[in-house]
Structures are given as structure tokens and as C-alpha cells.
């Protein structure tokens, strides 16, 4: 086709509409790509996996991982609330906590919650043995997201 030709076609009414509705398309795809998720706004998303590939999007190794999901749990979970603390070790334990904070992360334990006791002591305990007494909400959603990447290999489990 010459180049008065492809002029001719890409000045028709029909072809410009097309053309502008591609390029605008493509420029909101361009925006959603570049826009930046609030990691506090993950547990909204109603997908599991696609809220950890939000988390772990840029992350190379299970140290970053971790990394990620300390970020994830200290800015999505929101505190203070009430839970359970539940010892693997310790079979039927069970106690009622308030977790108030995120604490620490180890990479040989993973992240730590600090939760205060019946009797007022506060202790850190591993986050996957915490499970919010709210069972639906972003508290539930975020420590369901975390005890699937632990338990699906994210982490060394080592108490």
C-alpha cells in the first residue's frame, strides 16, 4: 500500500475512533501499571493469590518474602485487636490475647506479633499461631495470607 493510500485509510471517521479508543486503552493500561497498590489495601482484594504476588511483587528469595510480609503485617493489620494464641507444641492450648504490635521478624522464626496476656504481660509469639477472633475482616485476611506462605513453604517453620 503506497503512502497516500494508508493516508487515505487512517484519515477515515472510523479508523481515527478506533485508533483514539486503542491509544486511550492502552494509555489506562500504561496508568494501572505504573500506579502503586497501597499495601494496606491488599486484604481488600478478593483473590488469595493474587493478594501474595501483590506482597512478594518485587522480591527475590524467601528473605525479601519475609521482609515483604513484615511490611504487609505492620501496615495492613490494624491494631490493637482481639485473638487467639494458639502453641503448636502445646496441644488444646489456647489463650486470649490482644495483639498490639508487629515486633520483630527472624529468618529463623518469621514475624513476630506482641500480644498481651490475660495477666498483662506482653510476650512475642510467631505470627501463624495468632488467629484474630473476628473471623472475616483485613485482620483475618492478612494473618490467613501470612500462615499460607508459611505453610506453603515460606518459611523454615522452627519453633
Request: aromatic share 8%.
Amino acid at each position: 500500500m503506497g503512502k497516500s493510500a494508508t493516508y487515505a485509510l487512517s484519515s477515515t471517521p472510523c479508523v481515527q475512533t478506533w485508533v483514539s479508543e486503542l491509544l486511550e486503552a492502552l494509555r489506562q493500561l500504561s496508568q494501572e501499571r505504573l500506579a502503586m497498590r497501597d499495601i494496606a489495601d491488599i486484604p481488600e482484594i478478593p483473590d488469595q493469590a493474587t493478594r501474595l504476588a501483590e506482597v512478594t511483587v518485587d522480591c527475590y528469595g524467601r528473605d525479601e518474602e519475609l521482609s515483604a510480609f513484615e511490611v504487609y503485617l505492620s501496615d495492613a493489620l490494624r491494631l490493637p485487636f482481639a485473638a487467639t494464641w494458639r502453641d503448636p507444641d502445646e496441644p488444646g492450648f489456647s489463650e486470649p490475647v490482644t495483639v498490639e504490635a508487629v515486633a520483630d521478624r527472624s529468618g529463623r522464626r518469621g514475624v513476630l506479633l506482641l500480644v498481651r496476656r490475660r495477666g498483662g504481660k506482653t510476650r512475642r509469639v510467631v505470627a501463624e499461631q495468632v488467629w484474630t477472633d473476628a473471623t472475616a475482616g483485613p485482620n483475618a485476611i492478612v494473618l490467613d495470607d501470612y500462615r499460607y506462605w508459611v505453610e506453603h513453604g515460606g518459611l523454615e517453620v522452627d519453633y
